[in-house]
């Protein structure tokens, strides 16, 4: 079992910056794949970004290039630095760790909100 909290969320303005933070604690947190993944209203949870227990990246499109995902074992801690945020990056902002091996092993966090307004 794995219990994830996110923080880091708020308002911002256009072209500002955040940086979210997802806290784990319960399991071994090296043997989990972290993803974030976002959820604007009225549309579907779309991933923003991933990063594998070896350190390996991925992105969305839409985020490339603003948004890096790094992480942190020894603190059982994943980020995603935001730059340049738009308008269109509003959503609440969940956290994912998935099982290396076993994939229907997965786990969610509250989620914290981000509004990036002026």
């Known amino acids: 079992q794995v219990q994830l909290v996110e923080s880091g969320g708020g308002l911002v303005q256009p072209g500002g910056s955040l940086r979210l933070s997802c806290a784990g604690s319960?399991?071994?947190?090296?043997?989990?794949?972290m993803g974030w993944y976002r959820q604007a209203p009225g549309k579907q949870r779309e991933l923003v970004a991933v990063?594998?227990?070896?350190?390996?990246?991925n992105y969305a499109d839409s985020v490339k290039g603003r948004f890096t995902i790094s992480r942190d074992n020894a603190k059982n801690t994943v980020y995603l630095q935001m730059n340049s945020l738009k308008p269109e990056d509003t959503a609440v902002y969940y956290c994912?760790?998935?099982?290396?091996?076993?994939?229907?092993?997965?786990?969610w966090g509250q989620g914290t909100q981000v509004t990036v307004s002026s």
């Open positions: 990063i594998t227990s070896g350190g390996s990246t």
């Open positions: 319960g399991s071994t947190f090296s043997i989990y794949n």
């Open positions: 994912n760790a998935r099982h290396i091996v076993i994939n229907a092993i997965h786990y």
